[in-house]
């Protein structure tokens, strides 16, 4: 009945996640694997290729342990804060290779490494001077209409993490709320590391499968991470705790402030249910929503 | 009831969002005029988000682009790639609603860095959508404060192409129709430069002129924005309440 692919983070992070490997941690805003993220930084994983189209404070907090050498991005700021201050130091001293996209060439990117295509085409790009500091961004005439269109290599990542709501044992996951980047994100990796709030029994999934976002087939390893996604949220589970946010701004205006940071809520505890315990409950209360159900749909039934 | 030149900003930029349209709005300042346009005059805006959401309707003003008050209430949430395919490169945004650090001469916005790209003085969160948007929407709305580094004759790298880089690309969408400051409106003539179209209340020409990289070609006419409505400011304040959004418009 099990296939074995449920699992810890600990277990899976050093089962799958290797060093110089290419990790695509995905979701937009919604749904970060964070605790994958601080398990990678114990792990003392090096030399990864971090990709991800928003690298938010995950990749910030990555960049600032060392586990990085490149990032593969879109978007690198503290949304509607202003700026990761350890991919920006590391960016202004030349510590760290960057390969840029826009959002869309970045997705795109994804789209064909999950469709087995060697490259997308799209409509953006040109005009910009993106391609002349990113040789990846190329151009391709259209054989139907000659048109010049740009076009982006598929990106392939070793491992992809996603988090969600809810998946059963075999990694069927279900996602609701924004779903971002984490179809193609999955689709297109090697491995796919699930961690979710909940491991749900495979009636819950196979009730509502137009929920399932990513079918168990591409993933290798199911971890139940309550929590998992803070500083980032996961919807109808707990809100986005924008003053972690806002605050972070201020935690990291040294690199002494990340080093303590750091020590303190990665180094410091041993796994995400030590992290929850030390944000303590009356942080945990503040992040959860009022529950709003939608109304039942009928798949109806037949035999 | 007084107001700031920020505010001014912020309520001008909204005014040119029209009832019913549908705009992708940009993170920051677009975020807080969008907003505060769907809860004054234009209450059937479509706001549409590159993180996948059609049709939000926030009760509170998301801090990102990306979080959960969008989809409460929304009529669609797409992946993002469908989203810049289907909705964006389809030819369904009327409006790009966009923030940028540096704009130049012909509208071309720099999100990326300033300095050389390989050797930066600062390094800016990139393009995120904002290439993609100011290519593909039939227009493009800009709003920043106006300051000299702000707007230099040439930006140092161009993010988000302009008026002149678009118009070799048969497939691009129509650019950018306005840069919405805190001292006034500037607007695009037939060649794509930027000219002074309307300064805000208090603001004279002299004080544009001299916060602008380039010597700026002006309107025949310079007209004069209508202050905010005590309605608008109290929105607004409404939207945000701690200052947040509004203090990086200072």
Known sequence: MSSGKVTTLTEAIARFVHDGHTVYLAGFTHAIPFAAGHEIIRQRRRNLILARATPDLICDQMIAAGCARKLIFSWGGNPGVGSLRAFRRAVERGELEIEEYTHFAMLSRLAAGASGLPFFPLRSLLGSDLPGVNPQIRTIRCPFTGEELAAVPSLRPDVTVVHAQRADAEGNVQIWGIVGDQREAAFAASRVIACVEEVVDELVVANDPNRTMVPGEVVSAVVAVPFGAHPSYVQGYYDRDNQFYIEWDGVTATPDGYAAWLDAWVHGVRDRQEYAARLGQGRLAQLQTPTRYTAPVNYGTFS | ?250
């Open chain 2, 1 to 250: 009831m007084p107001w700031t030149p920020a505010e001014m900003m912020v309520v001008a930029a909204a005014r040119r969002l029209r009832d019913e349209e549908r705009v992708l709005v940009g993170i920051g300042l677009p975020n807080l005029a969008a907003n505060l346009a769907l809860r004054s005059h234009a209450p059937r805006l479509t706001m549409v988000y590159e993180a996948g959401v059609v049709g939000a309707r926030p009760r509170r003003l998301p801090l990102s682009i990306g979080d959960p008050c969008l989809v409460e209430g929304a009529r669609a949430v797409l992946a993002m790639h469908e989203l810049f395919s289907w909705y964006l490169q389809g030819g369904r945004v009327d409006t790009g609603f966009l923030e940028a650090a540096q704009v130049d001469r012909f509208g071309n916005l720099n999100s990326t860095v300033i300095g050389a790209y390989n050797r930066p003085k600062v390094r800016l969160p990139g393009s995120g959508g904002a290439c993609d948007i100011a290519l593909l929407a039939r227009r493009t709305l800009i709003m920043m404060p106006h300051r000299t580094e702000r707007f230099p004759e040439r930006v140092d790298f161009i993010t988000s192409p302009g008026c002149t880089a678009r118009r070799c690309l048969s497939w691009a969408g129509g650019g950018p129709e306005a840069v919405i400051t805190d001292l006034g409106v500037l607007e695009f003539d037939t060649e794509g430069e930027m000219y002074l179209a309307a300064v805000h209340p208090g603001v004279d020409e002299a004080k544009v002129l001299a916060q602008t990289g380039w010597p700026l070609r002006c309107a025949q006419r310079i007209a004069e924005t209508p202050p905010p409505t005590p309605e608008e400011l109290t929105v607004l304040r409404d939207l945000d309440p701690a200052g947040v959004h509004l203090r990086r418009g200072r």
